[in-house]
């Protein structure tokens, strides 16, 4: 996992050879009772790597995620 | 010097120093003010943070320490961030002073704005023969219910072959 350098405030990588591939994709829902999330992956071959690690991961491998914390509104309202 | 009324009174304080007639300079507060500590202990289980930004390097003090002996950690290597109660933010110095109590948990958000966390697949269940949903589950599915649903994340994937 990156670390959050705090007198930079970025994000601290590990070295290149080991570095993680990082994608941007989102949680689709949240059971706190499974204490499970879960995230959708459009499977569209191994030339992409989420969808290649979606397509290949299995149970008991690692996935790490990184967000902001708190809430925030995803649209406004429509007026109409 | 009475602490505890310069923590309570942010109104005549500003962070801008062009105004001077709202600026005024703070010096650093006594840690071991009793009446500092009796707030701290009437708010425990936590931490109270009473100056500088959580960005900056972290000032812990020792029990029996004085202000000038205190501790330098580092953020997130002590301490937990999703446990802290921020009281106040005093941005006139370049370090954050926390006195630390036993603490358990606490509903106030974190001072730390990110969450960064391994999970593990639990399964996978093909929605259609190219949509996928992973399901996984971490220590850090809690702070992930604090977020909302659908917002953007950074997926870390572990390169080939770790």
Redesign the interface.
């Known amino acids: 996992?990156?670390?959050?350098n705090?007198?930079t405030?970025s994000?601290e990588y590990p070295r290149t050879?080991?570095?993680?591939?990082?994608?941007?994709?989102?949680?689709?829902?949240?059971d706190?009772e499974?204490?499970?999330?879960?995230?959708?992956?459009?499977?569209?071959g191994d030339e992409g790597?989420?969808s290649a690690?979606?397509?290949n991961?299995?149970?008991?491998?690692?996935?790490?995620?990184?967000?902001?914390?708190?809430?925030?509104?995803?649209y406004s309202p429509a007026e109409h | 010097m009475d602490s505890l009324s310069q923590l309570a009174d942010v109104s005549s304080y500003d962070i801008s120093q062009k105004d001077e007639a709202l600026y005024r300079k703070l010096s650093p507060i006594n840690l071991t003010d009793k009446r500092l500590m009796n707030l701290a202990k009437g708010l425990a289980p936590a931490h109270v943070r009473v100056s500088g930004t959580w960005a900056n390097a972290t000032f812990f003090q020792e029990p029996n320490d004085t202000f000038e002996n205190c501790r330098i950690s580092k953020m997130n290597d002590e301490i937990d961030w999703s446990k802290v109660v921020v009281l106040g933010s005093f941005s006139n110095t370049s370090r954050i002073n926390i006195i630390e109590e036993n603490m358990k948990d606490s509903t106030i958000p974190s001072a730390n704005p990110f969450i960064a966390a391994p999970f593990t697949v639990v399964r996978k269940e093909y929605i259609t023969p190219h949509y996928l949903r992973i399901f996984l589950t971490g220590e850090s599915v809690t702070e992930i219910a604090a977020t909302t649903v659908g917002i953007n994340n950074k997926i870390i994937i572990p390169p080939a072959g770790t």
Do not use: C, N, Q
Not at chain 1, 1 to 4: G, I, L, Q
């Open positions: 996992m990156p670390k959050m705090s007198e405030r994000w050879y080991s570095k993680p591939i990082i994608r941007t994709y989102t949680h689709r829902g949240i706190l499974k204490k499970e999330i879960w995230i959708d992956f459009v499977v569209h790597p989420a690690w979606a397509a991961s299995k149970p008991g491998d690692a996935l790490g995620v990184m967000m902001k914390r708190g809430k925030k509104e995803l």
